[in-house]
């Protein structure tokens, strides 16, 4: 992770957040597995579902060329750890019961080939982002949230249907390039991370400010933040620390309420 530009944290506190966590595989996989379940219900609470539309998915830290994926057709809102796929980047399930969505595959498999970089994605069909997905527009910084994106998302604006092709899944993660984001057009959102805490954050906080920048946009023509601040905004919350630290509040709050999701 890289404490370099942090939120709310002084450097010595962020390292110590940091050296806790795992370390193991075995401990890895676990937190990693636990956070997916948790981010899949957070999606379902918030109410980013849209039939079974929508999947995030995290790369196995033992299997690098596997990640680990909500099966089609389980709801967001009652996803569980033991619910969740282990799938080759072939496209097999090698671990886990349940059907694999062809998209999920042909998208996410496609993005963690291309990108090592990328620990975890996430991708949805929420109304806001897709509402704005349809401009084929980048966002502005009309916000602090916002700016965590500015010069740091892309647009895909060739729509071809249901991406179930994997040379349309390689054209998507050209795409993406080294953004944290990237919008489809016509079609939606999605969000990439080095863990699945910050990928979930960033979809989270991307379709809120496509919901700011629509309401703004409907009330009047909205003041633009200057580019130099709006850099100087994103290297604060659109660091790959305050990603990941913004999370953890929702996590700890689904967990509570909702501690099934762990079994």
Not at 4 to 32: F, G, H, L
Not at 157 to 176: N, P, Q
Request: aromatic content about 8%; overall charge negative.
């Amino acid at each position: 992770m890289d404490s370099t530009n942090n939120i709310v944290m002084n450097q010595d506190a962020a390292n110590a957040v940091m050296a806790e966590q795992p370390e193991s595989v075995d401990e890895i996989r676990k937190d990693r597995k636990e956070k997916l379940s948790a981010a899949l219900r957070l999606f379902g609470k918030f109410g980013f579902d849209e039939g079974v539309a929508g999947h995030i998915t995290v790369r196995d830290p033992g299997k690098t060329d596997h990640f680990w994926v909500n099966p089609m057709g389980k709801s967001f809102k009652q996803m569980t750890v033991s619910d969740l796929l282990l799938v080759s980047h072939e496209g097999e399930v090698v671990e886990g019961n349940g059907l694999l969505n062809r998209a999920a595959f042909t998208i996410h498999s496609r993005i963690h080939m291309a990108h090592p970089e990328v620990t975890a994605a996430a991708h949805s069909h929420s109304v806001y982002g897709k509402a704005w997905a349809s401009l084929g527009r980048l966002l502005d910084p009309i916000t602090q949230d916002s700016c965590a994106f500015y010069n740091n998302h892309a647009l895909f604006d060739d729509f071809r249907g249901v991406v179930v092709d994997t040379s349309e899944g390689e054209k998507l993660a050209a795409a993406l390039g080294d953004n944290k984001a990237i919008i489809l057009q016509n079609h939606g959102l999605l969000t990439v991370g080095e863990s699945v805490d910050e990928a979930a954050w960033w979809y989270i906080t991307m379709e809120r400010s496509c919901q700011a920048q629509l309401l703004a946009e409907a009330a009047g023509t909205p003041k633009l933040i200057e580019p130099e601040y709006a850099e100087i905004t994103r290297e604060t919350v659109g660091s790959h620390l305050a990603g990941w630290f913004s999370f953890q509040p929702l996590y700890d709050v689904i967990v509570a309420e909702q501690p099934e999701l762990l079994d």
